[in-house]
T-cell receptor
Framework: DTGVSQDPRHKITKRGQNVTFRCDPI?????LYWYRQTLGQGPEFLTY????????KSRLLSDRFSAERPKGSFSTLEIQRTEQGDSAMYLC?????????????FGPGTRLTVL | AQKITQTQPGMFVQEKEAVTLDCTYD???????LFWYKQPSSGEMIFLIY??????QNATEGRYSLNFQKARKSANLVISASQLGDSAMYFC???????????FGAGTQVVVTP
């Protein structure tokens, strides 16, 4: 499978714990995006990378959130001291950065439940 | 600031009929892109169709077509000959320029009935 992959698919944690999610984009896609989706809503942008550079961060991304893409390939999203409000689906997407429509291809998401 | 509005929270459509999903947007940018994604109950976002702000013709992809009315700032999705597998959540999204973040609407839940 050459699509975007995310790991884990599901994560249940207790409030106050740290969690880390991984995203592997489509090979050679230089842009990688993180979104968060709560139940019944559309995805909301969190941050995005061009290669290893983090180009934009949403105000939604509090100090407890950090994202990295150290070698311009896979990315990690870490949430420290999780809160119940962090419960959501975390979606990763990648795009080639070229082409007419330059669509974003999404992964299956990581569903986080904070107890 | 950009804004995407999908006013239909849910719709029922009979199999083989066409359905139109509404999307209006608000932006002061001249260059932007409009997207429709499908999200089945499995959760994955599936790209359906794209329309660039400078494209003069409406985009079509198989049974999907985008009715782009730039002056009205609307980008409605038309699904022709609905199939049971079309039952899903549909999201309209906008991107400023040629790359960057997508801003999504709240979505429309479509249920196709036999």
């Amino acid at each position: 499978d050459t699509g975007v992959s995310q790991d884990p698919r599901h994560k249940i944690t207790k409030r106050g714990q740290n969690v880390t999610f991984r995203c592997d984009p489509i090979s050679e896609h230089n842009r990688l995006y993180w979104y968060r989706q709560t139940l019944g809503q559309g995805p909301e942008f969190l941050t995005y990378f061009q290669n290893e550079a983090q180009l934009e961060k949403s105000r939604l991304l509090s100090d407890r959130f950090s994202a990295e893409r150290p070698k311009g390939s896979f990315s990690t999203l870490e949430i420290q001291r999780t809160e119940q409000g962090d419960s959501a689906m975390y979606l990763c997407a990648s795009s080639p950065g070229t082409g007419k429509d330059n669509e974003q291809f999404f992964g299956p998401g990581t569903r986080l439940t904070v107890l | 600031a950009q804004k995407i509005t999908q006013t239909q929270p849910g719709m029922f459509v009979q199999e083989k009929e066409a359905v139109t999903l509404d999307c209006t947007y608000d932006t002061s940018d001249q260059s932007y892109g409009l997207f429709w994604y499908k999200q089945p109950s499995s959760g994955e976002m599936i790209f359906l169709i794209y329309q660039g702000s400078y494209d003069e013709q409406n985009a079509t992809e198989g049974r999907y077509s985008l009715n782009f009315q730039k002056a009205r700032k609307s980008a409605n999705l038309v699904i022709s000959a609905s199939q049971l597998g079309d039952s899903a959540m549909y999201f309209c999204a906008m991107r400023k320029g040629s790359w960057g973040k997508l801003q999504f609407g709240a979505g429309t839940q479509v249920v196709v009935t036999p």
